[in-house]
């Protein structure tokens, strides 16, 4: 039986494989992607009647040219347009056209581009690798439809414009411009793993999005390159950069396996330190420290693989009690001299507090520039409580309220207060 | 092919810089120009006078009504163009940065109509 639901999985799958194909066959974006949608749209009648045909993105792709070529051919009158298909023809590939393996990582080169906004690098990403529609995208980012379809509009037409390229950039400019896509890929997550506002506490379509896009950016890293050396566990990063893309996708999936055991059954915020860890995902934890092993022994630290790092070890712990501190308290000490921030400076003191008690974690929040971030507040709250300096903790809880906009958070939040408040209640 | 502009912005009522300085930046924008003139990829460059030598025209009607000074008074002024051809924003951008780095001075690189 083939049914809506065979496509709709093709689709997940292989959209941005096949934009990526007509992308480069066109040179044109918008018409790239409608000639997939009508693909698509064809495959839902067809095979439902006939069934899925053995290669469902090779038929995809193939329709989807056979229509660009209809289309243009219809728009012959426009001498561009009669080029186009011309081109296209001239092409002439066998009857069905293979994906080319590193498609996809161009057109990701392409959305990340640095002359590109960050808002229009992470919508367009969405859109044209993860097929998502604009009106996802908006709810993804609670912001209007229109003003989403409009900042898509405006990327597309700033690459079309301004000849932003379709390509892998040149050596020299790849380790910058890696960075900036798996930058992209880490908003992403970050937003679906901890919603900036709104009731659900987690959005998993943006974190299974972000982590699906971070296979594809390892995986065509490393078969992009197969020329250079050896595929397999033991060979050397092809990419200056690639330790990083792994060190990420392993971060991802580790913060992914906890992703059920973060909520209580009423959807409230459960903290690492009190979460049932028989609710993490295993297969995710051995996948992701699979990974951690991996950068590793390539022994080319960077930010993301130490905080992959981190996230291994808590997830060797059956308990926190038996966790690792002092581990992840060199390992944050690594993290500062890799990116040194505040943010990761608060997160250092957390595990200090475990090493060498709450005083100490303490007064190193308290040097820490970071009045705006509610995470720094209840940090201190914790660590005031611990001291048993009740008001002051008070005081820190509601300072934290009033920065958060995260519904679940802010019921944790208030529930730790309360607790203090009155005890016993 | 496609036609770049690129604009170095100068700000506005800062001290001259030392002539030295200056002409070391001259020395190396030349040799930029004519680095753009081997690749093929020069169309036309030049600094410009201070901007209070600008003459603005504007229609009133079926007049013309000419004013001294520059159209707009910012933080920055325009202080010189540069036009190439190149094949694409990256390469555009190369030659951008090196202005950048051989000014000091923000630099704009802005595509013109037509041309793919």
Redesign the interface.
């Known amino acids: 039986m083939t049914g809506p639901a065979d496509v709709e999985r093709v689709f997940r799958a292989e959209y941005g494989r096949a934009v990526a194909v007509l992308v480069r066959l066109l040179g044109d974006i918008d018409l790239a992607e409608e000639a997939v949608q009508d693909a698509f749209a064809t495959a839902v009648d067809r095979w439902a009647a006939d069934g899925p045909p053995p290669s469902p993105a090779g038929w995809i792709i193939t329709t989807a040219r056979n229509r660009a070529i209809d289309r243009l051919r219809r728009e012959a009158s426009r001498a561009d347009r009669h080029a186009q298909a011309a081109r296209l023809y001239a092409l002439d590939p066998p009857t069905e056209e293979g994906p080319v393996r590193d498609d996809r990582l161009r057109l990701i080169f392409t959305c990340c581009?640095p002359?590109l906004g960050p808002a229009a690098r992470v919508a367009l990403t969405l859109r044209l690798l993860g097929g998502l529609s604009t009106a996802e995208i908006a709810r993804a980012f609670l912001v209007p439809e229109p003003t989403m379809a409009q900042r898509l509009v405006r990327a597309k037409a700033k690459i079309r414009?301004?000849?932003?390229?379709y390509r892998v950039?040149r050596e020299a400019?790849l380790p910058d411009r890696l960075r900036a896509v798996l930058a992209v890929l880490y908003l992403i997550f970050n937003e679906g793993h901890t919603a900036s506002a709104g009731q659900r506490l987690t959005r998993a379509d943006l974190c299974a999005e972000a982590i699906r896009l971070g296979r594809l950016v390892v995986d065509e890293c490393s078969g992009s390159w197969r020329g250079a050396g050896p595929a397999g566990p033991e060979r050397s990063p092809l990419l200056p950069d690639e330790p990083e893309a792994v060190g990420l996708l392993a971060l991802m999936l580790l913060t992914e396996a906890r992703r059920d055991a973060r909520t209580g059954p009423d959807g409230a915020l459960v903290l690492l330190g009190a979460q049932d860890r028989r609710r993490w995902d295993r297969g995710l934890i051995a996948e992701g420290q699979a990974l951690v092993r991996r950068c590793l022994r390539w022994d080319r630290p960077g930010p993301y693989q130490i905080q992959a790092a981190i996230n291994a070890v808590h997830a060797d712990a059956a308990s926190v009690a038996e966790t690792d501190w002092g581990q992840i308290l060199a390992l944050y000490d690594q993290l500062m001299v890799h990116a040194p921030g505040p943010v990761v400076a608060l997160n250092r003191a957390v595990a200090l507090a475990e090493v060498a008690g709450p005083a100490a974690a303490l007064a190193e929040v308290d040097r820490l520039d970071l009045a705006g971030y509610h995470v720094r507040h209840a940090v201190r709250a914790d660590l005031l409580r611990r001291l048993d300096r009740r008001a002051e903790a008070v005081a820190a809880y509601d300072a934290a309220i009033a920065r958060t906009a995260n519904a679940a958070e802010r019921a944790f939040l208030r529930r730790s207060r309360d607790l203090l408040a009155c005890p016993g209640s | 092919m496609?036609q770049y502009l690129i604009s170095m912005y100068q700000p506005a009522g800062a001290a001259t810089p030392d002539p030295e300085f200056l002409a070391g930046v001259m020395r190396d924008v030349a040799a930029i120009g004519r680095e753009l003139r081997e690749a093929g990829c020069w169309v036309f460059g030049n600094g410009l006078h201070a901007p209070e030598t600008a003459t603005v025209l504007r229609a009133e009607g079926d007049d013309v009504l000419v004013t001294d000074g520059p159209f707009a008074e910012g933080k920055e002024y325009l202080g010189g163009v540069t036009i190439i051809t190149?094949?694409?924003?990256?390469a555009?951008?190369d030659w951008g940065r090196r202005y950048a780095l051989a000014t000091t001075l923000p630099i704009e690189v802005?595509?013109f109509?037509g041309g793919a």
């Open positions: 581009h002359a414009d301004a000849g932003i390229p950039p400019d | 496609k190149a094949p694409d924003l990256d555009a951008l802005r595509p109509q």
